[in-house]
T-cell receptor, first 114, second 113 residues
Framework: AQSVTQPDIHITVSEGASLELRCNYSYGATPYLFWYVQSPGQGLQLLLKYFSGDTLVQGIKGFEAEFKRSQSSFNLRKPSVHWSDAAEYFCAVGGVFGNEKLTFGTGTRLTIIP | NAGVTQTPKFQVLKTGQSMTLQCAQDMNHEYMSWYRQDPGMGLRLIHYSVGAGITDQGEVPNGYNVSRSTTEDFPLRLLSAAPSQTSVYFC????????????FGQGTRLTVV
């Protein structure tokens, strides 16, 4: 069964500092990987996705993520965070034809301090 | 440009009551799903549908029913509400390896007392 682990429940970063949110997945083949962001009281918005090809993917709001098959990881990064980046971030893995469930991690809450 | 519409946004139920959470999408997606979000547990899949007339169970289906009579609508029914069903519910549309992205509704915050 597919699964996602986000080891950091809560991260605090100073505004302007760099950010890395960790995500590890378990899936029997090449997965589809996603990062979503959820602002308080809102639904989920897609930041970026990986299906194949270049292992470094660019997303919206200046975020990027790198797929590392050998480490089963898909970490999210941003070189300089803004106060508006404070939110909860979810990593998700999706299967392919015949196993098309989207499985989420437990999320990482990001706090930005001035 | 509605996308995925969920109603209601907030609901309070008494234990044992039943209700239906509505979800509608206007993107002609085959795939729709329901998740519940609880603190520290992320989003857990309740039920999903790969097309009209086809539904299947997710990770936490007990206490919930779904049906898919049209492509647009995917209602979630709580048969006899329990306090353990207090949660935020999200409907999603569009994820399959063909559509490649799931679009989410704004959520329904349900409290069972």
């Amino acid at each position: 069964a597919q699964s996602v682990t986000q080891p950091d429940i809560h991260i605090t970063v100073s505004e302007g500092a760099s950010l890395e949110l960790r995500c590890n997945y378990s899936y029997g083949a090449t997965p589809y990987l996603f990062w979503y962001v959820q602002s308080p009281g809102q639904g989920l918005q897609l930041l970026l996705k990986y299906f194949s090809g270049d292992t470094l993917v660019q997303g919206i709001k200046g975020f990027e993520a790198e797929f590392k098959r050998s480490q089963s990881s898909f970490n999210l990064r941003k070189p300089s965070v803004h106060w508006s980046d404070a939110a909860e971030y979810f990593c998700a893995v999706g299967g392919v034809f015949g196993n098309e469930k989207l499985t989420f991690g437990t999320g990482t809450r990001l706090t930005i301090i001035p | 440009n509605a996308g995925v519409t969920q109603t209601p946004k907030f609901q309070v139920l008494k234990t044992g009551q039943s209700m239906t959470l509505q979800c509608a999408q206007d993107m002609n997606h085959e795939y729709m799903s329901w998740y519940r979000q609880d603190p520290g547990m992320g989003l857990r899949l309740i039920h999903y549908s790969v097309g009209a007339g086809i539904t299947d169970q997710g990770e936490v289906p007990n206490g919930y029913n779904v049906s898919r009579s049209t492509t647009e609508d995917f209602p979630l029914r709580l048969l006899s509400a329990a306090p353990s069903q207090t949660s935020v519910y999200f409907c999603a549309s569009g994820w399959t390896s063909r559509n490649t992205e799931a679009f989410f509704g704004q959520g329904t915050r349900l409290t069972v007392v």
